[in-house]
């Protein structure tokens, strides 16, 4: 659905993401909500993990979240939310999450602890996954640019990466590449229509982040003789990341 927030996915899905993943700077360990209450006190589990310099990515209710509109209304949502940190003192939890009701950005707030363990065990996000997150050091990576011109060509091809990763399973989704183009103007018709009452603010950030690191990609290209240097498809570049921040940015205000 157009309607659902998480429609547009910058990367390949979340299970290749999260247990298949190739960033050498990110260890992440996947546990489910249930285990992690049947083994120990969720306070406990996020004081250890933030003690040893571990974020928890974990799945939220609405219900719970004050940043939400469904704050307190229903539980027909949830939040991936990012836990960065702990306040033992005052029960507080430090999280990172979009600011539904006020600017829509992705900021960071201070939750009580017992919101974030109402919203995380909450029967309408049972079965879900946490995830730790750990940043490694004294890694190295070696640009592959084989792979990131296969990754082009298949966005601009419109073609699903995962046909070639035989081993993964396939997504639900079947619009890939520039065709997501087609459903972002599906979805701003229903939006001037009145068919839909909002445009989901995280896809407009994906949209922009996404032009923002073909920029940076194309540069990268060319600052390392991978590609020949050209100013205009920098520009051309620069004129598409600006456009979807205005796009972006227009959004919000509304």
């Not at 719970?64 to 509109?69: K, L, R, S, V």
């Not at 109402?118 to 029967?123: M, P, Q």
């Amino acid at each position: 659905s157009l309607t659902d927030v998480h429609w547009l996915s910058f990367y390949l899905g979340n299970p290749l993401l999260f247990r298949h993943n190739n960033n050498p700077w990110l260890y992440i360990q996947e546990i489910s909500t249930k285990l992690v209450a049947e083994l120990t006190d969720f306070e406990r589990f996020i004081s250890v993990c933030i003690s040893n310099n571990q974020y928890i990515y974990i799945n939220c209710d609405h219900y719970y979240m004050p940043h939400t509109f469904q704050y307190n209304k229903n539980h027909s949502r949830r939040s991936q939310i990012l836990v960065t940190g702990y306040d033992a003192d005052n029960k507080n939890v430090l999280i990172a999450d979009y600011m539904y009701t006020t600017n829509k950005q992705y900021q960071t707030a201070i939750l009580p602890l017992e919101n974030v363990v109402n919203g995380a065990f909450h029967e309408s996000v049972d079965q879900s996954e946490i995830k730790i997150i750990e940043l490694r050091k004294n890694v190295s990576y070696e640009f592959n640019v084989s792979l990131a011109s296969s990754l082009i060509e298949d966005y601009l091809l419109a073609n699903n990466t995962y046909d070639r990763l035989q081993l993964f399973t396939r997504p639900a989704e079947n619009v890939f590449g520039v065709n997501i183009y087609d459903q972002f103007s599906e979805l701003l018709n229903l939006y001037h229509n009145g068919s839909v009452q909002e445009i989901p603010i995280e896809s407009l950030h994906l949209l922009w982040e996404h032009k923002r690191c073909f920029r940076l990609l194309c540069q990268y290209l060319m600052s390392n003789d991978y590609i020949k240097m050209s100013d205009s498809l920098i520009n051309a570049f620069l004129e598409l990341e600006n456009k979807a921040l205005s796009l972006r940015n227009y959004v919000l205000k509304t």
